[in-house]
């Protein structure tokens, strides 16, 4: 493709992100959870831009975009795409750039075919807004939607099975959806959500890693009392002691090279000004690329928690919500890439991941590698997040190269030719 034509694509795609964005539950911003009535324009849109490629356009029963564009000599597939959810006043481009970055490939590939088919996936949820279990669409691919999660609810009550059904959907059906040996691997191109691209000054990036997370809910318990009559020290102020131990969170990430660490949600109950308050409920968030040095910080932070809360004169309980490894990303996938990057007269660089994506968890099932974009600022989960429009003609071009190469690589051809 010549450079004039990767230029024009790459205007589209930006066009249709901020097409895709209006879509949404909220009139003056962007919010678009799992399964509400906005998907449905999402899929509508996806599809119009599929089905004149000859892709075969369908949505599984938990509510992901799947469109298969075939290959010439087998039935096997390569997946590209990434997730259709936003959170709550989001950016344009988190997760739909990878899924319409997917559709200009196939455009830029047809009517040509592979040796291996394409399919498209704009996986229905990985954010974890609605429910507060990330990654509901992918993990039905990989087997992992079972009744628990089924059957847990939103804020107004309402199960995921629920949401489901209410969006049209069979969930008895969701078996149908999980992939089997005929995917080859899973491909994500994803905005970087961070500052280091822009920072050394490169494009693209290829992902070595996901970090592993773990996300708990901390609540600490005290007692209500008068804040002008009840003397300093005899207070069992639950929002006091949740105040030191987020201040030890901080010290901790800090001081320990690589983690990061986020108190980002925070109730307090009564909650008033002159009311000593009685609980103080706190999320936690901790990443690191290496499982021990989390699994060891999540413990201090724990025994910490447990200390604050003995000294001050109060009880502390933590419910864990999330706890995922860290997953290393297909080796042979991420050389290809590389080799993809270095193509558009780009250097490569590879980078750990500290935020979660789709591709770990179809890492369980097949082999899985991510592609990064610089974010201009490093900024997203935000109105304000963006993509150069030379970057996206970048990624156009590398997924375009990647595409050749996997095509001629007699070891991935031996992938997609098992049984």
């Known amino acids: 493709m010549r450079k004039a034509e990767t230029e024009n694509l790459a205007r589209v795609v930006i066009e249709r992100c901020r097409k895709l964005a209006s879509f949404s539950e909220d009139a003056g911003g962007i919010r678009r959870t799992f399964l509400s009535p906005a998907m449905h324009e999402v899929h509508a849109e996806v599809g119009s831009w599929l089905k004149p490629l000859g892709a075969e356009v369908r949505i599984d029963a938990a509510g992901n975009l799947r469109a298969l564009y075939p290959g010439s000599a087998s039935a096997q597939r390569l997946m590209i795409g990434s997730h259709l959810d936003t959170v709550p006043n989001a950016g344009a481009f988190d997760g739909i750039l990878g899924v319409v970055l997917a559709v200009a490939l196939l455009e830029s590939l047809a009517p040509r075919m592979l040796p291996f088919g394409v399919e498209v996936v704009g996986f229905s949820e990985e954010e974890g807004v609605r429910f507060g279990i990330p990654f509901i669409g992918s993990r039905a691919l990989v087997g992992r939607l079972d009744d628990e999660l089924l059957n847990r609810q939103d804020a107004n009550g309402i ?12 969930p008895a059906e969701i078996p149908q959806a999980r992939i089997d040996d005929d995917v080859s691997a899973f491909l994500e191109f994803h905005v970087e959500q961070g500052p280091i691209l822009e920072e050394i000054g490169q ?16 609540a600490f318990a005290g007692r209500s009392n008068h804040a002008g ?7 069992r102020d639950a929002m006091a002691g949740a105040a030191e131990w987020i201040t030890e969170v901080e010290k901790l990430a800090t001081n320990t090279p690589g983690l990061v660490a986020t108190v980002g949600s925070a109730k307090i109950i009564p909650g008033a000004t002159n009311v000593i308050a009685r609980e103080a409920w706190l999320s936690l968030d901790v990443r690191h690329a ?16 447990e200390e604050i809360a003995r000294r001050r004169g109060l009880t502390v309980s933590a419910t864990t919500r999330v706890n995922q490894e860290a997953v290393s990303m297909d080796p042979t996938l991420v050389s290809e890439i590389e080799q993809a990057i270095q193509k558009t007269a780009a250097r490569p660089y590879r980078m750990v991941s500290g935020a979660g994506h789709d591709a770990m968890v179809m890492a369980e099932k097949v082999p899985a590698a991510m592609i990064f974009l610089r974010t201009p600022g490093g900024i997203s989960h935000d109105p304000s997040e963006s993509v150069a429009e030379d970057d996206v003609a970048k990624a156009i071009e590398c997924g375009l190269h990647l595409l050749e190469q996997l095509a001629a690589s007699s070891l991935f051809q031996t992938r997609t030719q098992r049984a």
């Open 290 to 305: 290496a499982d021990p040095v989390r699994m060891k910080a999540v413990q201090d932070l724990t025994g910490r928690a």
């Open 203 to 218: 494009p693209l990036a290829a992902v070595e890693a996901i970090a592993g997370q773990t996300r708990m809910d901390f």
């Open 159 to 170: 199960s995921v099975r629920s949401a489901i059904e209410k969006f049209g959907l069979n």
């Open 229 to 235: 009559t009840t003397p300093m020290h005899l207070r």
